[in-house]
């Protein structure tokens, strides 16, 4: 098992071996989705400081309770459920921020918006491509922020983490119908907002 | 009069009205169903408009994707590790057993596979047995209720001579000859229960001892 290459092993049976104790296993499944569920979460609560805090809670959860694991459900669907609840539990108690990649407005000094600055990870190799990317991206992350949280989570799920339909259901704990309701109501408020841009 | 058959949903092309917005989106996306879509690619070839919200959807869907990651600080996986308690090894078997199992799946399809085959052939054989009135089926039964039973009373007689002739357990002379008076069905019956009994409780304190009392996550 210490040498097995788990870059190739299914998330199933990695979890298998996460259950058997394996540190190596847990520290897989962190590096396949703490970029997935921290941009999750990213998008639903809008603050890096929260986000950070939450994708770290939804870690811990689902890592000490992996034992209860039940191999029926996808552990990508079990992960994006659980980070999606707390998200939405916790903007249930509070006023979302806006959405900004040049650090939170409500930083006061340039430190603070430094560390409070989102970092990506550029899907061109192109620096001229991911530029103009950047500034179409930032266009759209401001009209993802303006939709209703239930919204804005079905169309990441669907459109940036290319999650079918069924998957995104069980995420959500909604029926199928209501999920495609969500998703066709954010498209259709997504095409109004980015009118400008002929989207 | 035949009556029309509202079970089956009816696919009405679009001939001159532009596409609904839903058709025009799963046309985007890839998600029509072939016959639909067949149908509505004809109706977008023919209708600048209908071509130009399916560019449009196309268009917002492939800048959705194109949407980077956003990663967390450098000190995150470390912060998570500290939090989580790795969960021990909490299987029945012993670890220097294990590594006799396969470790993957296909291992596993493998491992049943050359289980199967033994059994596979010993079917076949006492098919083939029966088939051919060799054997007829009471007297193979009979045959097997007699071994069983002579095994296990030898079994049984030699564990118990085993304990008798130790000297150890000499207070068990009693019971002994309390066991050798008692019939053969008797023992068979309780050897089996113990054979069931005994694995079954230990798996339940393994099974007890290795559930943690957190809240369930998936709920």
Redesign the interface.
């Known amino acids: 098992l210490k040498t097995l290459d788990f870059t190739t092993v299914s998330d199933h049976d990695l979890v298998t071996h996460a259950q058997s104790g394996s540190e190596a296993a847990y520290r897989e499944l962190l590096g396949r989705y703490q970029r997935p569920v921290f941009s999750l979460v990213y998008r639903m609560v809008r603050d890096r400081e929260l986000s950070e805090d939450l994708a770290q809670e939804t870690f811990v959860k689902v890592f000490n309770n992996i034992s209860r694991f039940d191999p029926k459900y996808k552990f990508s669907s079990w992960i994006f459920k659980i980070a999606s609840n707390l998200a939405i539990d916790t903007l249930r108690r509070r006023e979302p921020d806006t959405v900004s990649l040049d650090g939170s407005r409500h930083a006061r000094t340039p430190d603070e918006v430094e560390s409070t600055r989102i970092t990506v990870e550029s899907r061109d190799a192109n620096p001229e491509e991911f530029v103009e990317a950047r500034e179409l991206g930032a266009e759209i992350e401001e009209a993802i922020g303006t939709l209703r949280v239930e919204y804005r989570t079905a169309i990441v799920l669907r459109h940036v983490e290319g999650r079918p339909y069924e998957e995104i259901a069980e995420i959500m704990s909604l029926p199928l119908g209501t999920v495609k309701t969500y998703i066709h109501r954010a498209r259709s408020e997504l095409r109004e907002s980015l009118a400008h841009l002929r989207c | 009069m035949k009556q029309p058959d509202h079970s089956r949903r009816e696919f009405v092309p679009y001939p001159s009205a532009h596409l609904p ?2 058709i025009l ?1 799963m046309l985007a996306e890839g998600t029509l169903p072939l016959e639909e879509q067949t149908a509505a690619v004809a109706h977008v070839e023919a209708c600048h408009r209908c071509a130009a919200e399916a560019e ?2 196309r ?3 492939e ?11 450098a000190g ?2 470390d ?3 500290a ?9 029945p078997v012993p670890a220097w057993a294990t590594r006799w199992f396969p ?3 296909r291992g596993w399809w493998l491992f049943i596979a050359a289980l199967m085959v033994p059994a596979v052939l010993l079917g076949t054989g006492v098919m083939w047995a029966f088939s051919r009135s060799v054997v007829p089926p009471s007297v193979l039964a009979q045959w097997s209720v007699a071994w069983l039973r002579d095994a296990t009373w030898a079994g049984v007689s030699r564990v118990v001579a085993w304990v008798a002739e130790s000297g150890v357990l000499s207070w068990g002379q009693d019971l002994i000859t309390a066991v050798s008076d008692v019939s053969t069905g008797v023992l068979v019956t309780l050897a089996f229960l113990l054979a069931i009994a005994i694995p079954l409780s230990a798996w339940s304190l393994v099974h007890l001892l ?3 009392t ?1 809240k ?3 709920a």
């Not at chain 2, 939090?83 to 299987?91: D, L, M």
Request: charged share 10%; aromatic share 10%.
């Open positions: 917005d839903p989106e449009g959807y268009t917002m869907f800048a959705l994707a194109q949407l980077p990651h956003f990663a967390p600080s995150f996986s912060a998570v590790m939090r989580v308690v790795i969960a021990q090894q909490t299987s470790a993957t799946r290795r559930i943690p957190g369930t996550a998936h």
